[in-house]
């Protein structure tokens, strides 16, 4: 049941909605529309992986990389 949508309002950037073969729904802005398409294309590619996966591990790991991040950069720690 694979859907998508790109719409823009003026003065806004691009709301991408799409859904996969599962049924899941993924939204995202994108300041330009092909940065939209590829980001759809992305989804659609990566959604074996992306059900096989445990969303909260996958949070945990992007909140320790951002931390990370901020630490190598010198950025006050926010958690």
């Known amino acids: 049941?694979?859907?998508y949508s790109i719409t823009r309002k003026e003065?806004?950037?691009?709301?991408?909605?799409?859904?996969?073969?599962?049924?899941n729904k993924y939204q995202n802005y994108f300041e330009f529309a092909h940065e939209a398409n590829?980001?759809?294309y992305y989804i659609w590619e990566k959604e074996e992986w992306f059900n096989s996966v445990d969303s909260q591990e996958l949070?945990?790991?992007a909140i320790q990389q951002?931390?990370?991040?901020?630490?190598?950069?010198?950025i006050t720690r926010i958690m």
């Open 1 to 3: 049941m694979r859907d």
């Open 38 to 40: 590829d980001w759809i």
């Open 66 to 74: 951002c931390k990370e991040i901020d630490e190598k950069n010198n």
């Open 59 to 61: 949070l945990y790991r």
């Open 11 to 23: 003065g806004e950037w691009y709301d991408a909605q799409v859904t996969d073969s599962y049924g």
